[in-house]
C-alpha cells in the first residue's frame, strides 16, 4: 500500500512539473525576443499570445498546453495495474492530476511561479479523463459560435453542457468528484478565474480524508467504521487544505 501512495504522489508531481512548461514563455523569447507576461493582459496563455503576437505565436502555445495537460492525466493510467486502485479511485486520481496540472500552469516552477490561466491546460487534462465528454462540448461551442459568432457565449454554453454529458454518461457518471469537477468549469468559465484552484485543494482534502478513513479502519478490526468515519475525515481534510487554494488564489488576484 505504501509503494501505492509513493506511485501516486509521483504521478501528481509529474503532472505538476508538466503543467509547469512555460510554453508561451519559452516561446516568445526564443522567436519573438519578449516576455509575453510583461505585454497585453500579461498573462502566459495562448488569449495573450493571439493579441500581442497574432496566430502563428499563438497555435502552438495552445497545442503545447493542450498537450501537457493530456499527457499529464494519460500518465496515471499505468496506476490501474495497481492492485488496490480500482476505476472509480483512477478517476479520483486523474481529476487530482488535472488540478497538479494547471496549478502547474498557473504556478510555474519553470518560469518564476507567473504563468497564465490555465485554459488550454484545462482542456487538455479533462480530455484525458474521458474525450467524449470533451468532444461532444467542443461540438455544442462550433454551433453556437456559428449561431452567435460570440466566442465566450459559446464557450459558457459548451461548459454548462459539461456536467450534464457527464451526468448522462455511463463511464463517468458514478464518480461524484468528476460531477462535481464539471460544475466547477462553469465557475471558471463565467469568473474568467482558475476556480480549480479552490475545488482541486478541497478535492484533495475529501479525497485524502477517504483513504485516511480506509486504511484505518478497512484494514483493521473495525472495517464498520470505515463508512461513519470517511465523511466527518474528507471534509475536515477538505475544509483545511482548501484554505491553501483560497490563500493561492488571493495570491493570484494580487
Known sequence: MILTYYCIITMIIIAYLLGSIPSAVWIGK???????REHGSKNAGTTNMLRVLGRRAALPV???DFLKGFVAVTLTEILKYDAYINDMWLINIKIIA?????????????AGFRGGKGVATLVGAITGIYPPVVLLCFAVW??????????????IVAGCCFPIFTIVSPKVNQSVPFI???SQIILKLIDRFPAIIYFGAGLLGW?????????????????????????????GCAALVILIGHFLGKAKMK
Open 30 to 36: 526564443k522567436y519573438y525576443g519578449i516576455d509575453i
Open 62 to 64: 495552445f497545442l503545447l
Open 98 to 110: 488535472v488540478f497538479a496540472a494547471v496549478l502547474g500552469h498557473i504556478f510555474p516552477i519553470f
Open 142 to 155: 462550433v454551433v453556437i459560435l456559428m449561431m452567435t459568432h460570440y466566442v465566450s457565449l459559446a464557450s
Open 180 to 182: 462535481v469537477f464539471g
Open 207 to 235: 479525497i485524502a480524508g477517504g483513504m485516511i478513513a480506509s486504511d484505518v479502519f478497512v484494514t483493521t478490526r473495525w472495517p464498520e467504521q470505515a463508512f461513519m468515519m470517511h465523511y466527518p475525515l474528507s471534509v
